[in-house]
């Protein structure tokens, strides 16, 4: 059988067998086996534990969801990450235009020394020690730092370093490809590591399912105009009800509470791109040049331009 048949015939078996369990990537150029790397980037959330160790991690590109990560009821909205363990995977409800990808690996892929319990314990010394480090989010002991906002440059990072992951396991046509989906993914979790750090826990949720449905609703649409009132009648509550929740919830009321969200989301693109002023304005939800910089400098101390000045690090 000519070598590319025997690619092609190897191709077929990788499908087969990533569709059966996803925990893998077999090596079908180059190097041939069913598991030569236990690594792989897969559609949708990760897969359930199974009986073999995998850390996952689940990258939130679009949409929003309550999401239920060892006991813990959280609000996931797009650009997110949710890092866990091998025994935690979430569940997901409520999900709104939700889209996600996936990767599953040992934490051996890092280092072949490491595995699960004794990154808990700490055991690692000397420069296993500072590898282990990029795997602190995925042992975490709480459950509220298992998923973290991103910002638009982690969010940009994300995406563009699994499609190159992507590419890489699918054709296979570099005999370096292990090493370079190792090297691509190990840099990718720096940058997490990095940012988990920095992060606030995404927020809890309410007991209450109707404040609970309004703070979806409201991460979902913030950048838009809506009243108090309607958001009430979305949600099937009174307009009292609603904002004595979000106070109870979030100290704010609903309205402060978009500020807050407007003028975070201002603030990421403002030092994590170069959107023109005008632009961002627009893309949180304001049409008054004047009125967003108000806005923004009584929550910042300073115009959006000296922040971006200030912050931006791409300038």
């Known amino acids: 059988m000519h070598a590319a048949a025997v690619a092609d015939a190897g191709r077929a078996d990788y499908a087969s067998g990533m569709d059966e369990s996803p925990l893998w990537t077999a090596g079908f150029r ?56 091998e025994t935690l995977r979430p569940a997901f409800d409520a999900a709104r235009g939700l889209r996600c990808d996936s990767v599953v690996f040992h934490p051996g892929v890092v280092n072949d020394a490491f595995e699960p319990a004794a990154l808990r314990a700490g055991t690692y010394v000397g420069t296993a020690m500072q590898d282990a480090d990029v795997l ?37 046509d570099d005999p370096r490809w292990p090493c370079r989906t190792r090297a691509a993914w190990i840099g990718l979790l720096f940058g997490l590591r990095a940012s988990w750090e920095a992060s606030d826990p995404a927020p809890l949720l309410p007991a209450d399912a109707r404040i609970a449905r309004a703070l979806q609703w409201v991460h979902d649409h913030y950048a838009e105009t809506f009243t108090v009132d309607a958001l009430a009648r979305i949600t099937g509550c009174n307009r009292t009800t609603l904002n004595d929740g979000f106070r109870a919830h979030t100290g704010h009321s609903v309205r402060a ?34 009125h967003f910089s108000r806005t923004f400098r009584t929550v910042t101390g300073m115009s959006p331009g000296a922040y971006r000045q200030r912050e931006c690090w791409m300038n």
């Not at 940009?156 to 699994?162: E, F, K, R, V």
């Not at 969200?261 to 304001?286: E, F, H, K, N, W």
């Open 30 to 85: 180059h190097f041939l086996g069913p598991r030569l790397m236990p690594l792989a980037v897969r559609d949708g959330p990760p897969p359930p534990p199974a009986d073999v160790d995998r850390f996952a991690f689940c990258f939130v590109s679009a949409g929003s969801a309550r999401v239920s990560i060892g006991g813990a009821s959280q609000l996931v909205a797009a650009p997110a990450a949710l890092l866990l363990d």
């Open 136 to 172: 602190d989010p995925f042992v975490c002991t709480s459950p509220l730092r298992r998923c973290m906002a991103l910002s638009p440059a982690m969010a940009a990072q994300t995406a563009s370093t699994l499609a190159q992951m992507r590419a890489l396991l699918a054709s296979q």
């Open 257 to 290: 509470y978009v500020v807050t969200l407007r003028m975070r989301a201002a603030s990421q693109l403002l030092r994590d791109t170069l959107i023109p002023v005008g632009d961002v304005m627009a893309r949180v939800g304001y049409d008054n040049p004047s």
